[in-house]
Protein backbone atom coordinates (compact mmCIF):
# COMPACT_ATOMS: atom_id res chain seq x y z
CA UNK A 1 0.00 0.00 0.00
CA UNK A 2 1.50 3.37 -0.75
CA UNK A 3 2.26 5.70 1.98
CA UNK A 4 -0.27 8.75 2.17
CA UNK A 5 -0.32 11.65 4.83
CA UNK A 6 -3.08 11.08 7.03
CA UNK A 7 -2.98 13.36 9.64
CA UNK A 8 -1.84 16.79 10.36
CA UNK A 9 -1.57 18.95 14.16
CA UNK A 10 -2.82 22.16 14.96
CA UNK A 11 -2.34 23.51 17.82
CA UNK A 12 -5.54 25.07 19.62
CA UNK A 13 -5.93 27.16 22.79
CA UNK A 14 -9.52 25.35 23.35
CA UNK A 15 -10.68 22.50 21.77
CA UNK A 16 -14.32 23.88 21.62
CA UNK A 17 -13.89 27.69 20.58
CA UNK A 18 -11.68 25.98 17.48
CA UNK A 19 -14.17 22.92 16.74
CA UNK A 20 -16.90 25.74 16.43
CA UNK A 21 -14.41 28.05 14.05
CA UNK A 22 -13.65 25.34 11.89
CA UNK A 23 -17.17 23.56 11.39
CA UNK A 24 -19.34 26.98 11.41
CA UNK A 25 -16.89 29.19 9.66
CA UNK A 26 -14.59 27.44 7.42
CA UNK A 27 -16.98 24.29 6.35
CA UNK A 28 -15.06 21.74 8.18
CA UNK A 29 -16.76 18.72 9.76
CA UNK A 30 -16.45 17.05 12.84
CA UNK A 31 -14.91 13.36 12.24
CA UNK A 32 -14.08 12.23 16.01
CA UNK A 33 -13.96 13.64 18.97
CA UNK A 34 -12.85 10.98 22.14
CA UNK A 35 -12.14 11.88 25.86
CA UNK A 36 -8.93 10.65 26.61
CA UNK A 37 -9.65 9.95 30.18
CA UNK A 38 -6.62 12.84 30.71
CA UNK A 39 -7.77 16.23 30.36
CA UNK A 40 -7.00 15.84 26.61
CA UNK A 41 -9.28 14.78 23.83
CA UNK A 42 -8.76 13.50 20.24
CA UNK A 43 -10.17 15.66 17.86
CA UNK A 44 -10.13 14.96 14.24
CA UNK A 45 -12.05 17.48 11.77
CA UNK A 46 -11.87 17.68 7.54
CA UNK A 47 -12.63 19.60 5.07
CA UNK A 48 -16.63 19.12 4.48
CA UNK A 49 -16.85 16.03 1.88
CA UNK A 50 -12.97 15.26 1.75
CA UNK A 51 -11.45 11.81 2.26
CA UNK A 52 -7.86 13.26 2.43
CA UNK A 53 -5.46 14.47 5.11
CA UNK A 54 -7.24 15.06 8.20
CA UNK A 55 -6.41 17.88 10.92
CA UNK A 56 -5.78 16.69 14.45
CA UNK A 57 -6.95 19.93 16.94
CA UNK A 58 -4.76 19.55 19.74
CA UNK A 59 -4.86 22.21 22.67
CA UNK A 60 -1.81 23.44 23.82
CA UNK A 61 -0.47 22.38 26.74
CA UNK A 62 2.82 23.47 27.51
CA UNK A 63 4.43 27.37 27.27
CA UNK A 64 6.44 26.03 24.74
CA UNK A 65 3.14 25.03 22.82
CA UNK A 66 0.69 27.87 23.78
CA UNK A 67 3.74 30.27 22.36
CA UNK A 68 3.57 28.87 19.10
CA UNK A 69 -0.68 28.42 18.69
CA UNK A 70 -1.73 30.73 16.10
CA UNK A 71 2.18 31.40 14.56
CA UNK A 72 3.68 28.22 13.67
CA UNK A 73 5.13 29.12 10.60
CA UNK A 74 6.14 32.52 11.13
CA UNK A 75 3.19 34.51 9.66
CA UNK A 76 3.76 32.06 6.80
CA UNK A 77 0.93 30.29 4.95
CA UNK A 78 0.97 26.84 6.26
CA UNK A 79 -2.12 25.11 5.18
CA UNK A 80 -3.91 25.00 2.23
CA UNK A 81 -7.38 24.49 1.54
CA UNK A 82 -7.85 23.08 -2.12
CA UNK A 83 -11.49 24.04 -3.60
CA UNK A 84 -12.52 23.45 -6.98
CA UNK A 85 -15.88 26.18 -6.57
CA UNK A 86 -12.69 29.17 -5.29
CA UNK A 87 -16.33 32.03 -6.00
CA UNK A 88 -18.47 30.36 -3.75
CA UNK A 89 -16.31 28.72 -0.72
CA UNK A 90 -14.93 32.52 -0.79
CA UNK A 91 -18.50 34.06 -0.31
CA UNK A 92 -19.40 31.53 2.13
CA UNK A 93 -16.77 31.93 4.35
CA UNK A 94 -16.94 35.79 4.02
CA UNK A 95 -20.50 35.63 5.28
CA UNK A 96 -19.82 33.46 8.12
CA UNK A 97 -16.99 36.29 9.32
CA UNK A 98 -13.65 34.78 8.32
CA UNK A 99 -11.22 37.29 7.91
CA UNK A 100 -9.09 37.17 4.24
CA UNK A 101 -6.14 39.13 4.31
CA UNK A 102 -5.96 39.80 0.61
CA UNK A 103 -8.57 39.74 -1.95
CA UNK A 104 -8.56 37.02 -4.36
CA UNK A 105 -5.95 36.79 -6.83
CA UNK A 106 -5.72 34.73 -10.06
CA UNK A 107 -2.34 33.63 -10.76
CA UNK A 108 -1.04 30.64 -13.17
CA UNK A 109 -1.48 28.27 -10.95
CA UNK A 110 -5.20 28.88 -9.66
CA UNK A 111 -7.15 31.31 -8.28
CA UNK A 112 -6.49 32.01 -4.30
CA UNK A 113 -6.92 34.11 -1.13
CA UNK A 114 -5.23 34.08 2.27
CA UNK A 115 -7.63 34.19 5.14
CA UNK A 116 -6.98 33.70 9.30
CA UNK A 117 -8.34 30.99 11.30
CA UNK A 118 -9.15 32.41 14.87
CA UNK A 119 -5.51 32.09 16.06
CA UNK A 120 -4.26 34.09 12.44
CA UNK A 121 -3.28 30.85 11.33
CA UNK A 122 -2.66 31.48 7.64
CA UNK A 123 -4.36 29.48 5.12
CA UNK A 124 -4.78 29.69 1.46
CA UNK A 125 -7.98 29.07 0.08
CA UNK A 126 -6.94 27.48 -3.22
CA UNK A 127 -8.57 26.20 -6.52
CA UNK A 128 -5.78 24.92 -8.65
CA UNK A 129 -6.05 25.66 -12.60
Not at 45 to 72: K, N
Not at 116 to 128: K, R, T, V
Request: no cysteine; charged share 30%; hydrophobic share 40%.
Amino acid sequence: MPQRLSLVTLLVRDYDEALDWYRDRAGFELVEDTDRGDGTRWVVIRPAGSDGTQVLLARASTPEQVARVGDPGGGRVMHFLATDDFAADHARMLAAGVRFREEPRHETYGSVAVFEDLYGNAWDLIQPR
